[in-house]
């Protein structure tokens, strides 16, 4: 809150930790003397003070003790009749990971329908196709025609197959139980050093303070295997090299804002790779549903461990640049 000479009224503990001075060092000094334009400040203060305009926003620079300048949202408005004037700073940095995280949440909505419909309208014909080809054989007097009735029924069964994968996440219920999610990284562990007995390395940096918390045992498992054997996958050649780490970190997070919440506690879960990054071509899409960044890949395993997350309340974000790729999953702690 500042007063129309410009001078601090009020401020919240948050402005206190941003700028690392106390708020008692705060009240009473030109807000205008904390960002590194000062003038953009005192022009929006004048403006409100002349009625110019009902609310303002632009973004600026918070000087910081001891550390680069805060790139913040500001937002300038006022109480009636004008006496105290709210500006609001927002990090453009957390206002940057909301957008992501609303739109990781509108585009996993997004993949649920699509897959759900998609899967239905593929699923009738399917078992048409696959008994008219079976009666078509009956009646063949040819045995060498059943090479093409085959066919096509061994393609049917492969899509049947696909798209039974496509509805498994929700045609089984959520099977809720005390979680450790150190069992559930040594299970996958166990998993894939059987897949790569050689050539991988794979690292364990876990945080043991973590609590057990109510989740679904198997979905958890499937989801930290789908993505640690994408990245095994990935590793491809660094295995056959010798030189390919796997790294399953945990941590404990306090106090942190993500799908719109606050939680006290959270799960910061990482799974990460040496390996040679997620192409560019896909990056903005790895989540999509039938995006594979390798020939063969059904696509599919990224939008599960995605809609298992979620089912948990949680986020699962990627960082990848050549030579290391980061699956991050964020879920809430009791």
């Not at 402005?15 to 334009?37: C, N, P």
């Not at 003038?39 to 009625?51: F, M, P, Y």
């Not at 001891?66 to 709210?86: F, L, R």
Request: aromatic residues 6%.
């Amino acid at each position: 809150m500042v007063g129309t000479n410009g001078l601090v009224e009020f401020s919240n503990s948050a402005l206190e930790d941003a700028l690392g001075i106390s708020r008692r060092t705060i009240v009473g000094s030109a807000l205008a003397d904390t960002f590194t334009e000062p003038s953009l400040l005192q022009t929006a203060l004048h403006g409100v003070r002349d009625n110019a305009f009902a609310v303002l926003r632009y973004d600026a620079f918070l000087k910081r003790m001891g550390t680069e300048p805060m790139p913040v949202h500001v937002i300038i408005s006022w109480t009636e009749p004008v006496s105290d004037i709210i500006v609001e700073m927002i990090p453009l940095e957390q206002q940057t990971r909301q957008d992501r995280e609303e739109r990781l949440a509108e585009q996993a909505q997004t993949n649920k329908e699509l897959i759900r419909n998609l899967a239905h309208e593929i699923k009738n014909p399917l078992g048409g196709i696959r008994g008219a080809a079976q009666l078509l054989e009956m009646e063949m007097e040819s045995p060498d025609l059943n090479e093409y009735t085959q066919v096509i029924i061994h393609e049917a069964d492969r899509l049947q197959s696909l798209v039974d994968r496509l509805l498994a996440p929700h045609r089984r219920p959520h099977m809720v139980s005390d979680v450790n999610i150190h069992e559930v990284c040594e299970r996958v562990r166990s998993l894939i050093l059987a897949e790569f007995p050689k050539g991988l390395k794979v690292v364990r940096d876990y945080d043991t303070s973590i609590p057990e918390f109510r989740g679904d045992h198997e979905q958890l498992i499937q989801t930290v295997l789908n993505i640690a054997h994408n990245a095994c996958q990935a590793l491809v050649d660094r295995i056959q090299e010798g030189d390919a780490v796997l790294t399953f970190r945990t941590r404990v997070l306090r106090q942190i804002t993500f799908g719109k919440q606050r939680y006290r506690l959270a799960l910061e879960l990482h799974v990460i790779d040496n390996g040679p990054g997620v192409p560019d071509s896909i990056k903005d899409r790895i989540f999509y549903p039938l995006v594979s960044g390798r020939e063969g890949g059904s696509g599919l395993g990224l939008t599960l461990a995605q809609t298992f997350v979620q089912q948990h309340h949680g986020l699962i974000e990627v960082d990848s640049v050549p030579g290391r790729t980061d699956f991050k999953i964020l879920i809430p702690l009791p």
